[in-house]
């Protein structure tokens, strides 16, 4: 069996009129990995999962699969599953009809591509519900529909466009499963593109941060949650912000969790949120707006004067220009 492939992106330049929305992007994505684009909207998410797919012309830059330069190849011939926001479901087929339809227009055998939709249905869990026109579907289940179409294709890489932007908290655990589910099948490497972090940092074996149409930092969810490249970062990428307090050379940052009550600054409670066992407290001091995780119970008053406190290991500094300068 050969080995999978790999994709990448290098030195891709994308504009739209006189407005450039790629800068240069350099992006590689391993035999087997997930990796999940993030950044807010706006960022070049989808323009670069275009360019990737062959949709979006590039200025320039090229497109690699496996090595191989696909630039100039067609979208057809990229041999590239994508699965867009929208789904792309065909309304008045079944489900069964729904993920043999591609292969089917492509002119592979009616009965392999049979055999093959019951085969990848069975892992989508969808083997009871092949008969059912896909309007009946939960959107749950729409979207494993979507992502066993992709299967079927065998392709060389996916690439996900937000596939789970439009579904409720439940259905989104459910669908990144199945997502996992996909990258392991058959080992092509997966890129999926989100605007939610806490989204990338649950799923990705590697996270890559988009701003303004370049890439900021590439990393384990570990290392840029962990490591910000710079101020943006620290403050995009987690579950709450990063804290920010100012300082004459630029700013020190701190995550919510590392704040406690303690002894290094003065603050005023302004504001505390329910947090399951959790209170989320905002606050006021003269440095900067803190805002700190403690236990439900221990929640001080709003109007509250407290001092908060870190320990100096769980400091990140950056500089002037929002640059990480050390941990």
Known sequence: ?????????????????????????????????????????????????RAAAGLEPVDSGRVLIDGDDVTGTPPGDRDLAMVFADLALLPHLDVAANIGFGELARGARRREVRARVKEVAADFALTDLLRRRVTRLSGGEQQRVALARAVLRRPAAYLLDEPLSHLDPVLREEARTQVQVLRERDGAPVVLVTHDPHEALAMADRVAVLREGRIVQVGTPEEVYSSPADTFVARFVGPLPMNLLTREDGHVGVRPEHVRLGDDLDARIERVEHAGTEAVVHTTTER?????????????????????????????AFDRDGRRLSR
């Open 1 to 49: 069996m050969p080995a999978p492939p790999t994709l990448e992106l290098r030195d891709v330049v994308v504009s739209h009129g006189r407005r450039r929305v790629l800068h240069a992007l350099r992006l590689d994505v391993r035999p087997g990995e997930l990796l999940v684009v993030v950044g807010p909207s706006g960022s070049g998410k989808t323009t670069m999962l």
């Open 288 to 316: 900067g707006p803190v805002v700190l995780r403690l236990p439900w119970g221990e929640r001080p008053a709003v109007g509250d004067r407290v001092r908060l406190g870190w320990s100096r290991e769980h400091l990140h």
